[in-house]
């Protein structure tokens, strides 16, 4: 599974949960190492995901259930943006994808304001 396919399954799955659960116990669900999974989710946060999370007993986090929230905070626009960088990506569009991560850049920064 490439990269950006996981991380928009990662985005499914984490919203499906109920319970917290450890990097481990993700990276067991999706074939990959805890490390690969905590540097997946410090993408998402850099564009825009939000996680509430507690330090791990070995170093790293424990994600945590948030049913006030939403447990990742990717609108509709954002995620539709995302996929389409990935789609973008995959066909080696390198100026357009440029223009896209700015625009979503931008338009994070607006909503923050």
Do not use: W
């Amino acid at each position: 599974m490439k990269k950006g396919e996981r991380l928009l399954k990662e985005i499914d799955y984490f919203k499906s949960l109920n319970v917290s659960i450890s990097a481990t116990d993700v990276g067991e669900f999706f074939g990959v190492t805890k490390n690969t999974i905590q540097d997946d989710i410090d993408r998402l946060k850099y564009h825009g995901c939000v996680f509430e999370a507690t330090d791990g007993r070995s170093g790293g986090y424990i994600l945590k259930s948030a049913p006030t929230k939403e447990r990742l905070a990717v609108g509709e626009e954002k995620e539709q943006l995302l996929k389409q960088m990935i789609e973008e990506a995959k066909g080696e569009k390198k100026e357009l994808l440029r223009q896209m991560t700015e625009d979503l850049a931008i338009k994070t920064l607006e909503k923050d304001k």
